[in-house]
């Protein structure tokens, strides 16, 4: 496990996930809805800055995958 600072690369908002790319997570990192801080609907803004929280696990072709999302800024 490791926390980092990253980038949105894609988001699909009718699915619930996304990838996030940071360089601790080469080849991408990736995300679910249920883990971005925040209650409500939960999405992140493609291109925007993040801090996630992340482990090493197979998820969708990932090697990596989110435990923790905090969108900064969009």
């Not at 949105?8 to 990192?29: F, Y």
């Not at 803004?45 to 969108?71: H, K, N, P």
Request: some cysteine.
């Amino acid at each position: 496990m490791g926390r980092t600072r990253g980038k949105v690369r894609e988001w699909h908002a009718e699915l619930g996930w996304g990838v996030l790319d940071s360089p601790d997570t080469p080849g991408g990192c990736w995300a679910h809805y249920s883990n971005i801080d925040g209650t409500g609907f939960r999405a992140l803004t493609v291109g925007a800055t993040v801090d996630l929280d992340w482990e090493q696990r197979e998820q969708d072709g990932y090697a990596f995958r989110a435990t923790r999302v905090q969108q900064l800024e969009t």
